[in-house]
């Protein structure tokens, strides 16, 4: 009896693989702008939550020991990721700039 | 209120005990005190002393803080406190009979302070236990604190 | 189009180790005020309930109920709530309700959990600053 070939795709479906709608470049510049953006506003947000609990702290104020320490192991964390994120954007364009025309 | 809450607390309850400590060392010198105090132009003997314990935190002016949100803490309270340190007056004197007695009544009967030491070891075993209690839970405080100061070590 | 709208890498597990570590201190606190008070009269011990720290912390604070402007806005701070008293329990002739080898109990088996929760904290936050700075 005749074996028929196996194929894993069906020809149609290698249409449908395709992102449906595409983003244009701008449009990504644009949602890595808003990301970066949104990013630092959260580093500027755990920064002043970390500040505001370490000044309960001095005062004497209602607070918890564990949550100032976990506030500031945050406000460090989100920080070195906000740079790593700069670090690889900044190296990113170098690259480019690299590149010969 | 702070993070050291919890052992302001047992700081409370640790002065609490002792001062009821105390209060059974005095009782139990003047166990035959016949002279304590002149009522009257005559002598009286020693009354035995009792404390007075009291939660501390948990009345209206704290409950009203809390509600208001100045302060969260005192919904939990704040300790113990000694309200009084009272005479016992429901125990009667013992009465010794001793004609020979300085403080003799008419009858030959001298008015021993009304101190049983059997009671007062009894309490004072108990003062002991719960300040070791108290100690107890003072170091555990210590203990999580010192571990909470490791987060991201 | 993916939708990255806020650098969230502190939820699911740390939030809730954070939840946990809020009901252990709100517990230590009560334990201590109940052995503190082992000889008040009267006293009732106090426990802290579990579920009032699952929820999200937010809902956990009542505010107040106006009907005007004018009343004054007030909210019950979700800093340690959850507690209440036993109040039926009376274990000696003066009223008081403080079991002793129970709290004691509690006391061990809270310190343990405190600690077992700050090393899991810790340990999430160093591996989190670890990948981060692994990179580089």
Do not use: C
Request: hydrophobic letters at 35%; a negative charge; aromatic letters at 6%.
């Amino acid at each position: 009896m005749a074996i028929e070939a196996i194929s894993l795709f069906q020809p149609n479906q290698i249409n449908a693989v395709q992102i449906s709608d595409k983003t244009t470049v701008s449009e990504a510049q644009h949602n890595f702008g808003d990301f970066l953006k949104n990013a630092i506003e959260s580093v500027n947000e755990n920064q002043k939550t970390s500040d505001v609990l370490t000044e309960k702290l001095i005062n004497g104020e209602d607070v918890e020991l564990h949550n100032v320490m976990i506030a500031s192991q945050k406000a460090s964390i989100t920080l070195n990721a906000t740079l790593e994120i700069r670090n690889k954007v900044v190296e990113a364009y170098q690259e480019i700039m690299r590149m010969q025309v | 209120m702070s993070i050291f809450h919890g052992m302001n607390t047992t700081a409370s309850a640790l002065t609490a005990q002792r001062l009821r400590m105390d209060v059974i060392s005095s009782n139990m010198a003047n166990v035959d005190t016949t002279r304590a105090k002149m009522v009257d132009g005559e002598w009286q003997a020693y009354k035995r002393k009792t404390v007075t314990l009291q939660p501390q935190g948990a009345n209206f002016s704290s409950f009203l803080n809390v509600a208001l949100g100045t302060s969260s803490k005192d919904s939990v309270g704040n300790g113990v406190k000694v309200s009084s340190i009272n005479e016992d007056t429901e125990t009667p004197y013992k009465l010794v009979y001793d004609p020979t007695h300085i403080d003799a009544n008419d009858e030959g009967y001298v008015e021993m302070p009304n101190v049983d030491p059997l009671r007062e070891m009894v309490d004072l075993i108990s003062a002991t236990r719960s300040y070791e209690a108290n100690v107890t839970v003072f170091n555990a405080n210590k203990s999580m604190l010192s571990k909470a100061l490791e987060i991201g070590k | 189009m993916i939708e990255v709208n806020e650098l969230d890498i502190f939820g699911g597990t740390i939030s809730n180790l954070e939840r946990g570590l809020n009901f252990s201190a709100t517990k230590q606190k009560a334990i201590a005020q109940n052995i503190a008070n082992i000889d008040t009269p009267n006293y009732k011990s106090k426990t802290v309930s579990f579920d009032t720290y699952l929820s999200d912390a937010k809902k956990s604070s009542i505010s107040s109920y106006r009907t005007t402007e004018k009343h004054i806005n007030f909210e019950m701070k979700n800093g340690n709530v959850g507690i209440s008293s036993r109040n039926n329990l009376s274990y000696r002739n003066n009223g008081n309700g403080v079991d002793m080898d129970k709290e004691q109990a509690d006391l061990a088996t809270n310190q343990i959990y405190y600690n077992a929760l700050v090393d899991r904290v810790s340990g999430k936050l160093n591996t989190l600053q670890t990948v981060i700075r692994g990179g580089s």
